[in-house]
């Protein structure tokens, strides 16, 4: 199966272009939604069906749905971005789906096909297409999710129904006020991911577990929390919901080292995308390992220049400072480094269509 047929019920109480204009100058993030949404359900006897586009608005669950209890969810976020000429195109939509699979795998749900995946984007996008910004630096962030809504309460099997829907949502620049390098708090109470759990699949219940350590993050006078390796609680895994990178040396040769996928980082997209561009731009990289104290070390001899978390929301942003319960450092002269930024301006040009995109990333809508 490749197609669905999608059912359109046109929202008649749109925003008004007036009121959208207003929302659109100052988007702020996931706080404002767009007329549409997208619907397909899945039964295990049916697959996937009644898949429909209809007004955004509140859905009904039963109180027993199995989501509500074991968290069976998964999610996903791209964002789409206007073009100079007016056109609409999404980031690499095709590399979403791939991962929501592999999370609905890791999740025990069903997996949905690719096509049917990014057809329900498009038709989305194309829908709500007034409401993709035409300000350099906002797109329209979209979020594909999917959740089990048998009514269940047993707690020995997967559900046999699920609900995938596509919200979006306009969002501003993420940093308007300029970048400004965040402070980073180390983590040894809290864990994000273990060996053998979810850390790799898109899944709530990996935030759910995070809010905690935020919060403590927070409490220190940080601006994220950085996740550290379950076992040993010293090698670095991720920043946040962003995945690192940490660039060697300056000049002619850089180098860039990020954490390897070892079943307990979330595999990014952007973090993928910086993998491909930096090699092209004659920047080194390397999949591999590092601890707090190399991280330090680095730091303190120089030979480690910069440091910053990347995903889809920031697209990168930049380190500026760590702190622990028994250590605190500085990374470079605390400000934005000249790798990150050539980096971010690359990836930001291809999205918005000033960069020749040989990789095929993007993704044209309408
Ligand atoms: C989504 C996410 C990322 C970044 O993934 P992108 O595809 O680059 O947006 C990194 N870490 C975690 C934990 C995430 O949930």
Redesign the pocket.
């Known amino acids: 199966m490749s197609t669905l047929d999608f059912e359109i019920i046109r929202n008649e109480n749109p925003v008004s272009a007036e009121d959208r204009a207003g929302i659109l100058a100052d988007p702020g993030w996931g706080q404002h939604f767009t007329d549409h949404m997208i619907t397909i359900r899945y039964h295990k006897t049916k697959g996937w069906h009644d898949a429909k586009l209809q007004p955004y608005g509140p859905i009904t669950l039963d109180p027993a749905a199995q989501v509500l209890h074991y968290a069976q969810e998964l999610f996903e976020?791209?964002k789409a971005y206007r073009q100079a000429d007016g056109s609409v195109v999404m980031f690499r939509p095709f590399?979403?789906a791939a991962?929501m699979n592999t999370s609905a795998k890791r999740m025990a749900m069903p997996e949905i096909p690719e096509e049917v995946f990014v057809e329900a984007l498009e038709l989305l996008v194309s829908t709500d297409r007034d409401w993709v910004p035409t300000t350099e630096g906002h797109s329209l962030y979209l979020r594909p999710f999917m959740f089990a809504t048998t009514r269940l309460l047993g707690v020995n099997q997967p559900a046999d129904e699920y609900l995938f829907m596509i919200i979006a949502s306009p969002s501003g620049n993420y940093y308007a006020r300029g970048i400004k390098p965040v402070t980073v708090w180390l983590s040894q109470d809290y864990t994000?991911a273990a060996p053998g759990g979810t850390?790799a699949a898109?899944t709530g219940g990996?935030?759910a577990a995070s809010f905690a350590g935020q919060a403590q993050a927070v409490a220190h006078g940080c601006d994220q929390v950085v996740w550290l390796d379950a076992v040993e609680h010293r090698w670095v895994e991720?920043v946040?919901?962003?995945?690192l990178m940490f660039v060697y040396g300056s000049g002619a040769q850089p180098r860039i080292l990020t954490p390897a996928l070892t079943g307990t980082?979330?595999?990014?997209?952007?973090?993928?995308?910086m993998l491909t561009l930096a090699p092209d731009l004659g920047i080194q990289v390397e999949e591999g390992k590092i601890n707090i104290d190399e991280w330090q070390h680095g730091c303190e001899s120089g030979e480690l220049t910069e440091v910053f978390g990347?995903?889809?929301?920031a697209i990168i942003s930049p380190v500026g400072a760590v702190k622990g319960a028994d250590r605190a450092w500085t990374i470079g002269d605390g400000e934005p480094g000249p790798i990150s930024m050539r980096l971010r301006e690359e990836l930001i040009g291809i999205q918005f269509g000033r960069r020749p995109d040989p990789y095929n990333w993007v993704h044209k809508v309408v």
């Open positions: 976020g791209l590399a979403n991962r994000r850390g898109k990996n935030y991720e946040g919901s962003m995945n980082l979330l595999p990014g997209i952007t973090r993928d995308s990347c995903g889809t929301a």
